[in-house]
């Protein structure tokens, strides 16, 4: 199994700045995925991140509002720009597991407040 | 589109009774997944049983099995002897088999085990 770890845990933060949050994998993987869960709610996949290309935007999820980086096979980073208080949710890092399709490690999340 | 359904918000068993969760999907693929993932309240992610849609045998991991009935649309976990740490939100979710990477997740069932 992959063992993913997040930064920050949590942060409070103040509308119209942003936020990076970090994710590392203990092992090289092909596809990282980024979830939003707001309070309460289900997960609703933010984008797919492949090493080497650009990051792969679901519906009602724009580049500009959610740049990702992935610049090695290890690690990832979600920057979410322009924060307002709709923002506020549990973000979470995934990683496919590549033997069992459509598996996937889920990091242990970062959230975040916007006041 | 792929959606998957789970209509009970929240659901309560005594410590060593047995309890379902139930959830419906609707996908047009013919070869697709089928995960029950689970979120303690410290929030990590963990797989808690992965069903192929092509096996007709339902898949059991010791104490969770699930009720797979295809032609309903039907993917409903069971969980015997349930204990105390079973307490969490549980969440049925739907990957095709020509893997994007995209986890479609239902709603979430919360169920509190009761000593």
């Known amino acids: 199994s992959a063992v993913i770890s997040q930064k920050p845990s949590r942060d409070i933060c103040q509308r119209g700045?942003?936020?990076?949050?970090?994710?590392?994998?203990?092992?090289?993987v092909t596809m990282m995925f980024w979830?939003?869960?707001?309070?309460?709610?289900?997960?609703?996949?933010?984008?797919?991140?492949?090493?080497?290309?650009?990051?792969?935007?679901?519906?009602?999820?724009?580049?500009?509002k959610f740049p990702i980086s992935r610049p090695n096979l290890t690690f990832s980073t979600l920057t979410v720009s322009?924060?307002?208080?709709?923002?506020?949710?549990?973000?979470?890092?995934?990683?496919?597991?590549?033997?069992?399709?459509?598996?996937?490690?889920?990091?242990?999340?970062t959230r975040l407040t916007v006041t | 589109a792929q959606t998957v359904t789970q209509s009970q918000p929240e659901m309560s068993?005594?410590?060593?009774?047995?309890?379902t969760l139930s959830c419906?999907?609707?996908?047009?693929?013919?070869?697709?997944?089928l995960f029950w993932y689970k979120q303690p309240p410290s929030r990590q992610m963990i797989l808690v049983i992965r069903q192929e849609a092509y096996k007709q045998q339902n898949a059991t991991e010791n104490r969770f099995s699930v009720n797979f009935q295809k032609a309903a649309k039907s993917f409903s976990l069971?969980?015997?002897?349930?204990?105390?740490?079973?307490?969490a939100m549980y969440f049925c979710a739907l990957s095709g088999a020509w893997y994007?990477?995209?986890?479609?997740?239902?709603?979430?069932t919360t169920l509190q085990v009761k000593p």
């Open chain 1, 17 to 28: 700045t942003s936020l990076t949050i970090q994710c590392q994998v203990d092992s090289q």
């Open chain 1, 35 to 64: 979830y939003r869960q707001q309070p309460g709610q289900s997960l609703t996949l933010i984008a797919t991140a492949n090493q080497g290309s650009e990051a792969t935007y679901e519906s009602g999820f724009v580049i500009d």
């Open chain 1, 82 to 109: 322009n924060m307002s208080p709709e923002d506020s949710s549990i973000y979470l890092c995934s990683v496919e597991r590549e033997d069992r399709v459509g598996e996937q490690y889920f990091g242990p999340g």
């Open chain 2, 13 to 19: 068993v005594q410590e060593a009774e047995t309890v």
């Open chain 2, 24 to 33: 419906t999907y609707d996908t047009s693929e013919n070869n697709y997944y």
């Open chain 2, 78 to 87: 069971k969980i015997s002897d349930s204990q105390l740490g079973d307490t």
């Open chain 2, 100 to 108: 994007t990477g995209k986890l479609i997740f239902g709603q979430g």
